[in-house]
């Protein structure tokens, strides 16, 4: 079984910092790698903040800041990977992005090397048959904020190996601590095929003007003791990912309840994409 101890993150977004985060925090030597080099370097100075924010909450102690910032490295290019036990992609939710990308890693990574997707719902098979070693192409799906969030959905397609499977796994709860839990290879695996619809039905509800936005998060937060209302958590999601997400779901299973609300379509046309916007169901 591969070990794996040097890992690359690509994307420099919520997700991809938080998931370099984790690795580095788990003892992983990590490079993370972002082409925009502006949001590069917002990612070295969030992952940063919320090292000191651990350390002041008494969470890590200094000397565990400065482990983790020792074993992480940010890049603009893909040409470091070169000696990679592990690559996650955490860019965007584009079907042709992810296939390019896993093309290029394809070329410049190693053959022992393991290439894994956080993608919430694009198929892993997609991904696997733009390279050549499909038996190493895997779903690592974290949740948002990957270095906080205890679970992890570890998706095998129908070209996934068994030791590809179980290094993912074992890396995920040895080297991150995570709650593993397996699932095949079809949209929405298992928490998104479940939490998308009940997102989506809380914005038909507030588009037929039945209750607020408060109200309804309010009502799940109080009735459900849910951490956050659906409007909420939509607004952390994105909702130009949620939508995405959506989009690839209604394709896939051609079923109504995944069909993406006229409200949702038109804030994201009007780019109110939630907290990474400063608006979206709420101001920020």
Same mark, same amino acid.
């Given at each position: 079984?591969? /070990?794996?101890?040097?890992?690359?993150?690509?994307?420099?977004?919520?997700?991809?910092?938080?998931?370099?985060?984790?690795?580095?925090?788990?003892?992983? /030597?990590?490079?993370?790698?972002?082409?925009?080099? =502006?949001?590069?370097?917002?990612?070295?100075?969030?992952?940063?903040?919320?090292?000191?924010?651990?350390?002041? +909450?008494? #969470?890590?102690?200094?000397?565990?800041?400065?482990? %983790?910032?020792?074993?992480?490295?940010?890049?603009?290019?893909?040409?470091?990977?070169?000696?990679?036990?592990?690559?996650?992609?955490?860019?965007?939710?584009?079907?042709?992005?992810?296939?390019?990308?896993?093309?290029?890693?394809?070329?410049?990574?190693?053959?022992?090397?393991?290439?894994?997707?956080?993608?919430?719902?694009?198929?892993?098979?997609?991904?696997?048959?733009?390279?050549?070693?499909?038996?190493?192409?895997?779903?690592?799906?974290?949740?948002?904020?990957?270095?906080?969030?205890?679970?992890? /959905?570890?998706?095998?397609?129908? %070209? %996934?190996?068994?030791? %590809?499977?179980?290094?993912?796994?074992?890396?995920?709860?040895?080297?991150?601590?995570? #709650?593993?839990?397996?699932?095949?290879? +079809?949209?929405?695996?298992?928490?998104?095929?479940?939490?998308?619809?009940?997102?989506?039905?809380?914005? +038909?509800?507030?588009?037929?003007?039945?209750?607020?936005?408060?109200?309804?998060?309010?009502?799940?937060?109080?009735?459900?003791?849910?951490?956050?209302?659906?409007?909420?958590?939509?607004?952390?999601?994105?909702? =130009?990912?949620?939508?995405?997400?959506? =989009?690839?779901?209604?394709?896939?299973?051609?079923?109504?309840?995944?069909?993406?609300?006229?409200?949702?379509?038109?804030?994201?046309?009007?780019?109110?994409?939630? +907290?990474?916007?400063?608006?979206?169901?709420?101001?920020?």
């Amino acid at each position: 079984m591969t /070990e794996i101890k040097r890992v690359a993150v690509i994307g420099a977004g919520t997700m991809g910092s938080g998931i370099a985060e984790a690795c580095a925090k788990g003892g992983a /030597e990590t490079i993370v790698v972002e082409l925009n080099a =502006d949001v590069l370097a917002r990612s070295e100075a969030n992952i940063t903040g919320s090292l000191d924010k651990a350390v002041a +909450r008494g #969470k890590a102690t200094e000397a565990d800041r400065e482990g %983790t910032l020792s074993r992480m490295r940010f890049s603009t290019s893909i040409d470091d990977l070169a000696d990679r036990d592990l690559v996650i992609e955490a860019i965007i939710e584009s079907e042709p992005a992810k296939v390019s990308l896993f093309q290029s890693l394809d070329r410049i990574t190693p053959p022992s090397c393991i290439l894994a997707t956080n993608t919430s719902s694009i198929p892993i098979i997609n991904l696997a048959t733009a390279t050549s070693r499909g038996d190493k192409v895997v779903g690592i799906h974290f949740f948002n904020p990957a270095q906080v969030q205890p679970l992890v /959905e570890v998706v095998r397609a129908l %070209t %996934t190996s068994d030791s %590809t499977v179980s290094a993912a796994a074992d890396f995920c709860t040895a080297t991150l601590g995570k #709650k593993v839990i397996h699932c095949g290879d +079809r949209a929405g695996f298992i928490v998104n095929r479940l939490l998308v619809p009940y997102l989506l039905s809380a914005i +038909r509800m507030l588009d037929s003007g039945l209750a607020t936005a408060r109200d309804i998060d309010d009502g799940m937060k109080g009735g459900c003791a849910h951490p956050m209302g659906p409007l909420e958590l939509s607004d952390l999601v994105g909702l =130009d990912t949620l939508k995405a997400v959506a =989009d690839v779901l209604h394709e896939e299973w051609n079923e109504p309840h995944y069909a993406a609300p006229p409200l949702l379509k038109r804030l994201v046309a009007a780019r109110r994409l939630g +907290r990474k916007t400063k608006a979206g169901f709420y101001d920020y």
